[in-house]
């Protein structure tokens, strides 16, 4: 069954912490992309990082960092040195085939909580 | 180039009342999807539309919900009646047509609540 789990609901950090969001995905396709997702209090949905499952490369992106590991079906992102702003919903999501094109799964979302 | 808008932005409505949510893809896009979160869940596929034609609808709850795209561009999504359980965000996302995967763009949302 194809299913992406974040085990985190929520997190609450002190500002400047490092924090690490889990997700771990499961799929039977061997060609898929993996996704996060920030949603802010305004709702939106704000694409952070696309991966392909060809592409275990980690990257960093600022004070964002994604680490793609096959072998344990993880695609955890880390905030470094967190602040406010970075408080939002974050969604780990999972696009594979269906008939005629792409659906994405998300995960359940973790709400991080980033304190002054 | 405009992105995926969808309107309106927040409805409100009591229970029993009919609400139609809208969606306007990218220009070009023969893909559309609609997807929902209801209140502290996770972001549920609801259907697949390529051009005018659903793909897939295994996602769409129950009867009271009807999505049409007449003529492939924008795409409605009608609740009726609306109830309590139906008060969530509806995201729509659409993509390019081929074989291979093409990025999903998603619009802003549509924050449902049913009193």
């Known amino acids: 069954a194809q299913k992406v789990t974040q085990a985190q609901t929520e997190i609450s950090v002190v500002e400047k912490e490092d924090v690490t969001l889990d997700c771990v995905y499961e799929?039977?396709?061997?060609?898929?992309?993996l996704f996060w997702y920030k949603q802010p209090p305004s709702g939106e949905l704000v694409f952070l990082i696309r991966?392909?499952?060809?592409?275990?490369q980690n990257e960093i992106s600022g004070r964002y960092s994604w680490n793609f590991q096959k072998s344990t079906s993880s695609f955890n992102f880390t905030i470094t040195a967190s602040q406010v702003v970075d408080s939002a919903v974050y969604f780990c999501?999972?696009?594979?085939?269906?008939?005629?094109?792409?659906?994405?799964?998300f995960g359940a979302g973790t709400r991080l909580f980033v304190k002054a | 180039e405009a992105g995926v808008t969808q309107f309106p932005s927040h409805s409100v409505i009591e229970k029993g009342q009919t609400v139609t949510l809208r969606c306007d893809p990218i220009?070009?896009?023969?893909?559309l999807y609609w997807y929902r979160r209801v209140m502290g869940k996770e972001i549920k596929f609801l259907l697949h539309?390529?051009?005018?034609?659903?793909?897939?609808e295994s996602g769409m709850p129950n009867n009271r919900f009807l999505a049409e795209r007449t003529g492939g561009t924008y795409s409605t999504l009608k609740v009726q009646p609306a109830e309590l359980e139906d008060s969530g965000v509806y995201f729509c996302?659409?993509?390019?047509?081929?074989?291979?995967?093409?990025?999903?763009?998603f619009g802003p949302g549509t924050r449902l609540t049913v009193l």
């Open positions: 799929t039977r396709d061997t060609t898929y992309y």
């Open positions: 991966r392909n499952s060809f592409d275990e």
């Open positions: 996302a659409s993509s390019q047509a081929g074989p291979s995967y093409d990025e999903q763009f």
């Open positions: 999501a999972l696009s594979e085939t269906n008939t005629g094109g792409f659906k994405t799964i």
């Open positions: 539309f390529v051009k005018e034609s659903k793909q897939d």
């Open positions: 220009s070009g896009h023969d893909n």
